[in-house]
């Protein structure tokens, strides 16, 4: 699956423990297109939330270009419908409504069709134990592969 990344949520992984992930369109402008070709596109501190029996994007941040003619462009935190099947849709809505679990944007890309698509999760909340855990597992690989490393020379 060839694909082009633009901006990805490295703090989902680090506070939430993925459960399913899915792989939604969003409707978009065409001036918003050319600025995430552009690589204008930031996932920080944005989640997704149902609006009316459909999920939006909240406080994802896509910069306006330069070039682009100011009539045409959007606010750059506006929420953004994201397009899943309605099976889907009822399947998250019930497991996040009675499970209890978030659902958050991992990524943002094209897609190998060139189409912007972006992949967000079922996720549960990790607590601050299961985060340092987390933390002095990668640390001890990291040491075990860098003495593997050191021993074969």
Same mark, same amino acid.
């Given at each position: 699956?060839?694909?082009?990344?633009?901006? #990805?949520?490295?703090?989902?992984?680090?506070?939430? %423990?993925?459960? #399913?992930?899915?792989?939604?369109?969003?409707?978009?402008? !065409? /001036?918003?297109?050319?600025?995430?070709?552009?690589?204008?596109?930031?996932?920080? &501190? /944005?989640?997704?939330?149902?609006? =009316? &029996?459909?999920?939006?994007?909240?406080?994802?941040?896509?910069?306006?270009? %330069?070039?682009?003619?100011?009539?045409?462009? /959007?606010?750059?935190?506006?929420?953004? =419908?994201?397009?899943?099947?309605? =099976?889907?849709?009822?399947?998250?809505?019930? #497991?996040?409504?009675? &499970? !209890?679990?978030?659902?958050?944007?991992?990524?943002?890309?094209?897609? %190998?069709?060139?189409?912007?698509? $972006?992949?967000?999760?079922?996720?549960? +909340?990790?607590? $601050?134990? &299961?985060?340092?855990?987390?933390? =002095? +597992?990668?640390?001890?690989?990291?040491?075990?592969? #860098?003495?593997?490393?050191?021993?074969?020379?």
């Amino acid at each position: 699956m060839a694909m082009n990344l633009i901006a #990805q949520n490295k703090k989902a992984r680090h506070d939430y %423990e993925i459960i #399913q992930t899915f792989e939604t369109g969003i409707v978009l402008a !065409g /001036s918003e297109v050319k600025a995430l070709r552009a690589k204008r596109a930031n996932l920080k &501190d /944005s989640y997704c939330r149902f609006i =009316k &029996d459909e999920l939006f994007l909240i406080n994802a941040h896509i910069t306006h270009l %330069e070039t682009t003619y100011m009539h045409f462009t /959007s606010d750059t935190k506006a929420p953004r =419908k994201l397009l899943l099947h309605r =099976k889907e849709l009822n399947k998250m809505f019930l #497991q996040s409504t009675r &499970d !209890g679990l978030t659902i958050v944007p991992l990524m943002i890309y094209f897609n %190998e069709r060139n189409k912007v698509k $972006l992949s967000i999760a079922l996720a549960k +909340g990790k607590k $601050l134990f &299961d985060k340092r855990a987390d933390s =002095k +597992g990668r640390t001890l690989d990291r040491e075990a592969a #860098q003495a593997i490393k050191d021993n074969s020379r």
